[in-house]
Structures are given as structure tokens and as C-alpha cells.
């Protein structure tokens, strides 16, 4: 079987990728690091990538101006150039979202169909759409009053957290728990997560679709769903 070859777009630290590379190494996942893209060139993600092994790139509308025939709002359309230049160096299977500030262009989702992923810190469609990132999240879950959080690991459409979810892990919240707070267990559960779905599209529990539909994006296998909802104790 052959790895899946996996592209991470991310702002900031990057401890989801850091899990990943983890579970690569442990031998659980069975993937590669086809390369790192932040849009911050300060971005630890940036230096987790590189020590791996795995080229890391800064990707910015400043430093990539529009030069060639990507579209996209303004100057984003350099972005989409140099994103999909380098997902032709550095060949990949799937684009994997982890913290990453921009939107994903929207030639990028037509050039790689059903085959972009991002993770959420809260259980969509709550706590989702603009706005909704970082502290953010867990400071409205928690000023709600929310009892359970979790995780949700969805499809990316053209609409901001709106793609087809393909696994949601729930965390509790416990009573008088603050946001910091909150953030550490989702976050502890973010980690156990993206790779377990990395590996479910490498053991094929995941397929892309040809649909256009993005509720249709991939096909989920069902034992596997019941085997993701065994690990928090849920009944199958
Ligand atoms: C995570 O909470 C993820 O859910 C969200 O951005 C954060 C990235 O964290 N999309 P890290 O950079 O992987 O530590």
C-alpha cells in the first residue's frame, strides 16, 4: 500500500502537525510530509516540517505576488500559483488544513476535488464560521455555558465550515472549567484525532467522491465510524 502523500497549510504552531509526524514515526500513520505551507513565515509549523525532513515554505500574497494564470480575489491568485507549483514538485494525495488563517483557494478545491481536510476545535456546525478561531471558540463555548465540546474533522468546500464532517469527538467540560482550560482537552483530542482520519483515507474507510455535492464529498466506511466512536466509549 502506498503512503499517502500529504500537504500540511498552517499559521501558526503546528502541534496538529506535530501529531501527525508522531504517528508517522510510531509507525500508526502510514503517510509523508509532502511539504509545509504557512502564510506566516514565523510560523512554527514552518520549523516542525524542516526537522522532520519535509520541505516548509512561506506562501504569502506579499512575497507571491499574481505572476501566473491562478484566479482568485486579487492578490491571492500568486497564493493559488505557487500552492499548486508545489503540490506538482512535491506530489500530493491530500491537502491537510491544520490552524491555517486564509481562506483555501477556490482553485485549489477544483484541482483537488474532495480532497482538502480541516480540523475544527468545537462540534460543528456550532462554534463554527467567521470569527469563530483560536480562543475564540472555547471563550464563547465556555460564556454559553456548554457542558460538552469536542472536535470536528470536516471536508472544506467553498464554504467556510460548511463541507462534509467525517468525524466529531466529544469532550466534556468540566464544571468550572475555563477556556484555557477547555482549549487543553480539546486540543489533547485534536491530536488523537487528525491522524486517525489521515490513516482511515490510507486504509481506504475514506474515499473522495466524484460528486459535486459537498455533502457527498467522500464515503465514509461505517465499521470504521463505529470503531471511532468506541474509543470515547460510545455504543456501536
Ligand atoms: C487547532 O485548534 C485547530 O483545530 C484549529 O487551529 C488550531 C491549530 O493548532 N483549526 P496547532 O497550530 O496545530 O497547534
New binding site residues.
Given amino acids: 500500500m502506498n503512503p499517502l502523500r500529504f500537504a500540511v497549510l ?9 501529531a501527525l509526524l508522531d504517528r508517522i514515526r510510531s509507525g500508526d500513520l502510514k503517510a509523508q510530509l509532502a511539504f509545509a505551507a504557512s502564510n506566516n513565515s514565523q510560523a512554527k ?1 514552518l520549523e516542525r516540517a524542516r526537522a522532520a525532513g519535509s520541505p516548509a515554505y512561506h506562501v504569502s500574497a506579499k512575497t507571491d505576488p499574481s505572476a501566473g494564470s491562478g484566479t482568485g480575489p486579487g492578490l491571492e491568485a500568486g497564493v493559488t500559483d505557487k500552492l499548486l507549483a508545489l503540490a506538482e514538485k512535491h506530489p500530493t494525495d491530500l491537502w491537510v ?4 488563517m486564509k481562506k483555501v483557494p477556490e482553485d485549489l478545491l477544483r484541482r483537488f476535488p474532495n480532497r482538502v481536510i ?4 468545537a462540534l460543528l456546525p456550532a462554534f463554527g464560521g467567521s470569527g469563530m ?2 480562543s475564540h471558540v472555547h471563550e464563547a463555548v465556555v460564556k454559553r455555558g456548554c457542558q460538552f465540546t469536542g ?1 470536528t474533522i470536516h471536508m472544506v468546500s467553498e464554504e467556510y465550515d460548511a463541507g462534509q464532517i467525517v468525524l466529531q469527538r466529544m469532550v466534556p467540560i468540566p464544571p468550572g472549567a475555563d477556556a484555557e482550560a477547555v ?1 487543553r482537552l ?2 489533547t483530542k ?1 491530536h488523537d484525532s487528525y491522524w486517525r482520519v489521515l490513516q482511515a483515507f490510507v486504509d481506504g474507510d475514506i474515499v473522495p467522491t466524484d460528486s459535486m455535492d459537498p455533502g457527498k464529498a467522500v464515503g465514509v466506511n461505517p465499521e470504521w465510524l463505529k470503531r471511532m466512536r468506541g474509543l470515547d466509549g460510545f455504543p456501536a
Fill in positions: 498552517a499559521s501558526g504552531g503546528g502541534s496538529n502537525l506535530q509549523v488544513l491544520a490552524g491555517y480541516n480540523i475544527h476545535p478561531f483560536g472536535v482549549g480539546v486540543l485534536e
